[in-house]
């Protein structure tokens, strides 16, 4: 499938004013400017297996397009939601327990790079990943 393989974070976009957006406070905004992230990616049909790896944790997680679950961010903050297919694309909605304000959140493979967009109270921002 198009997503599975290793990925490793390379550049950021208006990551900092996302974060910020999100609440983040500096000192953590800081740190995961730099949280060396990789991500593996194992796709079977409806199903995916998705390993984090970073400088702040270790997390492996499963999920099922269409089926809500639960998911905490590196900093805590808790949400509910799901992913989708939209052609090519990964669209994940999720809502924040603490606020219920919605991310946005999508992944796409261009070439070799896995682009991940962010959308949060009118800020976006993208994680661009290189496949290792």
Do not use: P
Not at 2 to 15: A, H, P, Q, S, V
Not at 22 to 42: P, Q, Y
Not at 52 to 57: D, P, V
Not at 97 to 120: A, F, P, W
Request: glycine share 8%.
């Amino acid at each position: 499938m198009t997503f599975n393989g290793n990925w490793k974070i390379e550049r950021n976009d208006n990551y900092e004013k996302f974060m910020e957006k999100m609440g983040i406070n500096m000192v953590k905004r800081k740190l995961a400017a730099h949280d060396n992230l990789k991500i593996t990616l194992e796709q079977t049909g409806d199903n995916f297996h998705v390993k984090e790896s970073s400088a702040f944790r270790n997390l492996e997680l499963d999920f099922t397009l269409g089926v809500t679950f639960e998911y905490s961010l590196a900093d805590g903050t808790e949400l509910s939601g799901s992913w989708t297919m939209e052609g090519d694309m990964l669209k994940g909605v999720f809502l924040r327990k603490d606020n219920g304000k919605q991310l946005t959140t999508t992944r796409i493979v261009q070439g070799d790079e896995l682009i991940q967009s962010y959308h949060y109270e009118g800020v976006d921002a993208k994680r661009i990943f290189k496949k290792c």
